[in-house]
T-cell receptor, first 107, second 122 residues
Framework: DIQMTQSPSTLSASVGDRVTITCRAS??????LAWYQQKPGKAPKVLIY???SLESGVPSRFSGSGSGTEFTLTISSLQPDDFATYYC?????????FGQGTKVEIK | EVQLVESGGGLVQPGGSLRLSCAAS????????MSWVRQAPGKGLEWVAN??????????VDSVKGRFTISRDNAKNSLYLQMNSLRAEDTAVYYC????????FGGGMDVWGQGTTVTVSS
């Protein structure tokens, strides 16, 4: 199975900060990676797919990059609505696997 | 409106069975792979299983193989998860999700239901 490792696990930031979350795959997944945002009690929402494609309707302050085994999710200017938990997920092979999540908290 | 609505969750004793359902609307259900994803209380997301458009291919995470069965009825626009031999560690919110085609549209799970809660306890 491919292991997905996110860092950091928790991130404290202020409104307006630039935030970067890293996701590492235990083997190459090409660009078959998605990023999801989840708020408490809600279903996840896809932000980025195929490593760098922005989902329709998602603000342009979100961006994704990387390929192979190293990926990043960047929020260019953190907004109050962005405080949430973020997960990466690989869909290169089975079983599909998620990272453990990164919680973005208010500093 | 594109929508997925799960049902069938509840409290079940260890060793028991439960069948989850997911009703799809607003899109051509028969054109998409579909997945189940779960989240244990206070934990992260775990992909459970998915199924091809015509039901001919199914994949599972190792922890549920032999106990859970994913199926679908395209005539009813419905996805199912039959869960047998349930364990305490299966306690979670279970979400159904639509798999976007990888090659044509880039993949990822782009539509999610609201989730249904399964509690395995005596």
């Amino acid at each position: 199975d491919i292991q997905m490792t996110q860092s950091p696990s928790t991130l404290s930031a202020s409104v307006g900060d630039r935030v970067t979350i890293t996701c590492r795959a235990s083997q190459s997944i090409s660009s078959w990676l998605a990023w999801y945002q989840q708020k408490p009690g809600k279903a996840p929402k896809v932000l980025i797919y195929k490593a760098s494609s922005l989902e329709s309707g998602v603000p342009s302050r979100f961006s994704g990059s990387g390929s192979g085994t190293e990926f990043t999710l960047t929020i260019s200017s953190l907004q109050p609505d962005d405080f949430a938990t973020y997960y990466c997920q690989q869909y290169n092979s089975y079983p599909r696997t998620f990272g453990q999540g990164t919680k973005v908290e208010i500093k | 409106e594109v929508q997925l609505v799960e049902s069938g969750g509840g409290l079940v004793q260890p060793g028991g069975s439960l069948r989850l359902s997911c009703a799809a609307s607003g899109f051509t259900f028969s054109s998409n792979w579909m997945s189940w994803v779960r989240q244990a209380p206070g934990k992260g997301l775990e992909w459970v299983a998915n199924i091809k458009q015509d039901g001919s291919e199914k994949y599972y995470v190792d922890s549920v193989k032999g106990r859970f069965t994913i199926s679908r009825d395209n005539a009813k626009n419905s996805l199912y998860l039959q869960m047998n031999s349930l364990r305490a560690e299966d306690t979670a919110v279970y979400y159904c999700a639509r798999d976007r085609p990888m090659i044509m549209f880039g993949g990822g799970m782009d539509v999610w239901g609201q989730g249904t809660t399964v509690t395995v306890s005596s």
